[in-house]
Nanobody
């Protein structure tokens, strides 16, 4: 079993930066692909980035060049560094983990955090 706890959300002006954290506990974090998803009101939960067990990363086109997903295995933590934020990035952001291969599909992920709100003002 894996427990995921996100933190770091908040209110930021357009063009600003935030760093979200996701701390994993319960199993060997370094073996699990970890991803971030986000969900705005009335919209489907969508993929943001994923980091595989080898350290390889994949990003949604909408965040390429602005977001990164560094990890710290010693701290069992994965981050979402968000730069050049836009109002359309406003969402609840969720951390997710899977025992399977890294994927951009939310159905592949068995473990989810509770979410953290990010609001970007124009």
């Amino acid at each position: 079993q894996v427990q995921l706890v996100e933190s770091g959300g908040g209110l930021v002006q357009a063009g600003g930066s935030l760093r979200l954290s996701c701390v994993a506990s319960g199993r060997t974090f370094s073996n699990f692909p970890m991803a971030w998803f986000r969900q705005a009101p009335g919209k489907e939960r969508g993929f943001v980035p994923v980091i595989g067990w080898s350290g390889s990363t994949t990003y949604a086109n909408s965040v390429k060049g602005r977001f990164t997903i560094p990890g710290d295995n010693a701290k069992n933590t994965v981050y979402l560094q968000m730069n050049s934020l836009k109002p359309e990035d406003t969402s609840v952001y969720y951390c997710a983990a899977t025992r399977a291969a890294a994927s951009v599909g939310k159905s592949a992920y068995e473990y989810w955090g509770q979410g953290t709100q990010v609001t970007v003002s124009s």
